[in-house]
């Protein structure tokens, strides 16, 4: 029976969805059991072998709704393998260099012993919620920033990790 994985993010405009739908794609495609849900939809952990949590960044901030789950399952969340990623980068940034976790990341990452974290490009794109992010497509800064390809490979060293184990 294939180890059950836990991906989870937490995303206001879809760019994080879609970095978690691509984590979740890799690990099937590695032979992964893996289910993918928003954060605030996850009421249990116990049933998964391990997790993967996704947050989108906002004035140097995860998303709320990763930031809450970590906080409502974290004596679960130690007990299994746990990696965590964020998205965020309106430029080309995390494609050129490691973007370390910003501090709230890093001191989950400490307390959980989570086993990695990556900071992805984000994206947005005409028709994003929220006025910062209106502000940000009015100047002319938005886009997709994403790195499928990056999201993909890191995908496949948590399954390799994985079945290690």
Not at 124 to 143: H, P, Q, S, T
């Amino acid at each position: 029976m294939p180890m059950t994985v836990l991906v989870v993010y937490g995303s206001t405009n879809g760019s994080t969805a879609g970095i978690a739908e691509t984590v979740a794609a890799e690990l099937r495609e590695r032979g992964l059991d893996t289910e993918i849900r928003p954060a605030g939809s996850v009421t249990d952990v116990s049933r998964y072998e391990a997790v993967v949590v996704g947050g989108a960044l906002y004035a140097g901030r995860w998303h709320r709704g990763a930031r809450r789950f970590v906080r409502r399952h974290r004596r679960a969340l130690a007990a299994r393998p746990l990696w965590l990623f964020s998205s965020g980068p309106l430029d080309a940034s995390a494609a050129e260099r490691d973007i370390p976790p910003v501090r709230g990341v890093r001191r989950t990452m400490t307390s959980l012993d989570a086993r990695g974290h990556v900071t992805f490009g984000g994206c947005l794109e005409e028709g994003a919620r929220g006025w910062v992010a209106g502000r940000i497509l009015a100047a002319d800064k938005g886009g997709d920033f994403r790195d499928l390809d990056a999201v993909r490979e890191w995908a496949g060293r948590i399954a390799g990790e994985l079945a290690k184990t």
